[in-house]
């Protein structure tokens, strides 16, 4: 049985990519490479720069959560270089690859234990990671949907016309807006861990929950950053529309595990920009596609490279004293 589930969400995974490439196709039938290209080169270099920027911010932000998980955990001998590697290649490999497949837990223990960390603080920093962004897609989320409560409309025809009401939209955003404030309450209150079946939550301490409120957004305004800057200027609909599409697209792309959210993060983005030229949107998810998912993936690809290199170049030195016989001294 363990080993059948092992498989079950990489099927999930494929099928998400096969049946939202195949929706994506109809929804963008019409629109030839060409087009795709034109728009890809009317970007002006500023933008592709700013669109760069976005980037850095992103994959800072993501070092920053397991810097802010160490702290947590009252490790503080680990370098902020180190710190940054490990997580831009956890981050890299997990985003394209899927975390099904190369899990950023296994990433994080290779790397931490070689620091001196155990097992155990390696699960709290995975869950404290995971915990900062969902963090962030909750706040940020809440936020957008109070201060734009018209985004659902954007898709009302294809979600329950309920959610697309823009009253209903408000009242789900102060939801999750509660949601965050009764954490920041509990932690500023050292309340008691809150324990749901076998998942327990315990609160940090006020200057790590701060630094989560802080850090959480980032990553997420980076990331939505970079499709921000390679749309058009002129059909823009502004940062706050793109990054609610974005939060959705991502959500979406992250819950079907599909590797790289390969197909689904495009389907629900396109959906979402009724008002964009679609070519011009295809254009900014392929900019997307390669700032934030393909260079880092080539990058962190080398990195494991050369760090399981350096491992095992350490375990056969660490190995000779112990199997090359001493040389006997020579006769007097």
């Not at 933008?47 to 980037?55: C, E, I, V």
């Not at 940054?84 to 290649?89: A, G, I, K, N, W």
């Not at 301490?205 to 921000?228: D, K, N, V």
């Not at 080539?298 to 660490?318: H, N, P, S, T, Y």
Request: proline fraction near 8%; aromatic fraction near 12%.
């Amino acid at each position: 049985m363990k080993n059948v589930k092992e498989f079950i969400w990489p099927i999930i995974g494929l099928a998400a990519v096969v049946i939202s490439c195949w929706l994506l196709y109809r929804e963008l039938r019409g629109i030839s490479l060409v087009d795709v290209w034109t728009s890809l080169v009317s970007i002006p270099p500023h933008r592709y720069a700013l669109a760069f920027g976005s980037t850095l911010l992103a994959y800072a932000a993501l070092a920053w959560y397991d810097r802010i998980a160490l702290l947590h955990l009252g490790v503080r001998h680990i370098s902020w270089f180190f710190i940054s590697v490990t997580s831009f290649t956890t981050y890299a490999l997990s985003h394209n690859i899927g975390a099904s497949v190369f899990s950023g837990a296994l990433v994080r223990y290779r790397a931490y234990t070689s620091k001196g960390l155990s097992a155990a603080q390696v699960a709290v920093l995975v869950a404290l990671c995971s915990f900062t962004f969902g963090l962030g897609t909750i706040l940020l989320s809440g936020a957008v949907l109070v201060i734009e409560p018209d985004l659902l409309t954007r898709v009302a025809d294809r979600v329950p016309a309920m959610l697309a009401n823009p009253t209903t939209a408000r009242i789900i955003g102060f939801v999750f807006l509660a949601f965050v404030a009764l954490y920041v309450l509990g932690s500023l209150l050292h309340l008691r861990p809150v324990t749901i079946r076998n998942f327990t939550l315990a609160y940090p301490r006020p200057p790590i929950m701060w630094r989560q409120i802080i850090a959480a957004p980032l990553e997420l305004i980076g990331a939505a950053g970079i499709i921000y800057f390679a749309l058009p200027e002129a059909a823009n609909p502004g940062f706050l529309i793109v990054l609610g599409a974005f939060l959705a697209a991502f959500s979406a792309a992250l819950v079907s595990h599909a590797p790289g959210g390969l197909g689904v993060l495009e389907l629900v983005f396109v959906a979402m920009m009724p008002d964009v030229p679609q070519a011009d949107v295809l254009a900014a998810l392929l900019v997307f596609r390669l700032f934030y998912l393909l260079l880092p993936f080539a990058m962190a690809l080398l990195v494991v490279l050369l760090f399981e290199r350096a491992r095992l170049a350490k375990a056969w030195r660490d190995r000779m004293p112990a199997t090359i016989p001493p040389v006997p001294p020579p006769p007097p």
